[in-house]
């Protein structure tokens, strides 16, 4: 189970923190990632991190301004988000791999994340 925290309203310029916890499983052996999807638009990988956190990846919409990391002891992955920007408005969710694709993983609820100008 994957529960997201940590969303809200911000407003441009500034920044969020998103929290998942993972539990039930071994999610500390599982890449994880971030995705949003805002309205009338496609599901959007965010940023994604490797099971050990050694490799991180991001859409070149977030990059610079995003960071994805993990606590595998706490079985925790976060997304710190700085510099938002009203195009970031989207509910964003937590997804765990065992396998090597998201589809098939674990995802959480969501959190919405809104932008504000």
């Known amino acids: 189970q994957l529960v997201e925290s940590g969303g809200g309203l911000v407003q441009a310029g500034g920044s969020l923190r998103l929290s998942c916890a993972a539990s039930?499983?071994?999610?500390?052996?599982?890449?994880m990632a971030w995705f949003r999807q805002a309205p009338g638009k496609e599901r959007e990988l965010v940023a994604a991190?490797?099971?050990?956190?050694?490799?991180?990846a991001y859409s070149d919409s977030v990059k610079g301004r995003f960071t994805i990391s993990r606590d595998n002891a706490k079985n925790t992955v976060y997304l710190q988000m700085n510099g938002l920007k009203p195009e970031d408005t989207a509910v964003y969710y937590c997804a765990a791999s065992p396998s090597g694709s998201w589809d098939s993983g674990y995802w959480g609820q969501g959190t919405q994340v809104t932008a504000f100008s």
């Open positions: 039930g499983g071994t999610f500390s052996n599982y890449n």
């Open positions: 991190i490797t099971w050990r956190g050694s490799s991180t």
